[in-house]
């Protein structure tokens, strides 16, 4: 069974850098052109991709985003994580990972998500 | 960047056919992917590569795309199928970049 889980801080303030792990099960971030994507959800927003990382290393950003998302992967303990700098209220939002099991395959699996709060 | 467009309502009644369009500058010649959200849940897939339908999807939920629209249709809508839709795609011009249209809320009447 494949399954995906977020996790990271309830609360951060403002300014901080936010880390979040996304920790994958049933499957191996190995696999040829398997890659996992990060997506966020404002409350009562629209969903937003942020960024993805596949097997072989390769990385992609959200354009408006870029500057402050590092995405990286752990495929020994079967993690992805991905880091946003200078947090803001604004970035307040649900945060997911979702399994892409290929370069244009959809996100077949999304993990529950976890709410992440921007406030001091 | 890619812009994917959605109404941001649908309004059908049950054992209707719903239909939600997500516009954007040729699209048929990308995959188009939608993802039906609950209250609460984590989005779930519910068609693929336009038009294939994952395992456990009512054969109610089918996708086309063409020209400058892709489209959802949800046949014999039920009460059940109320929620939000997004689209997406993967923009093969920038960088591979992920594109949700805005979402469209899903009201059975």
């Known amino acids: 069974q494949v399954t995906l889980k977020e996790s990271g801080p309830v609360l951060v303030k403002p300014t901080e850098t936010l880390t979040l792990t996304c920790t994958v099960s049933g499957f191996s971030l190995s696999n040829a052109r398997m890659g996992v994507s990060w997506i966020r959800q404002p409350p009562g927003k629209a969903l937003e991709w942020l960024a993805h990382i596949f097997s072989n290393d390769e990385k992609s950003y959200s354009t408006s985003l870029k500057s402050r998302l590092t995405i990286s992967k752990d495929t020994s303990k079967s993690q992805v994580v991905l880091t946003m700098t200078n947090m803001d209220p604004v970035d307040t939002a649900t945060y997911y990972c979702a399994r892409i099991p290929g370069t244009s395959s959809p996100m077949d699996v999304w993990g529950k998500g976890t709410t992440v709060t921007v406030s001091s | 960047s890619y812009v994917l467009t959605q109404p941001p309502s649908v309004s059908v009644a049950p054992g209707k056919t719903a239909r939600i369009t997500c516009g954007g500058n040729n699209i048929g010649s990308k995959s188009v992917h939608w993802y039906q959200q609950k209250p609460g849940q984590a989005p779930v897939l519910v068609i693929y590569y336009d038009s294939d339908r994952p395992s456990g999807i009512p054969e109610r939920f089918s996708g086309s795309n063409s020209g400058n629209t892709a489209t959802l249709t949800i046949s014999r809508v039920e009460a059940g199928d109320e929620a939000d839709y997004y689209c997406?795609?993967?923009?093969?011009?920038?960088?591979?970049?992920?594109?949700f249209g805005g979402g469209t809320k899903l009201t059975v009447l």
């Open positions: 997406q795609v993967w923009d093969s011009s920038s960088d591979h970049r992920g594109v």
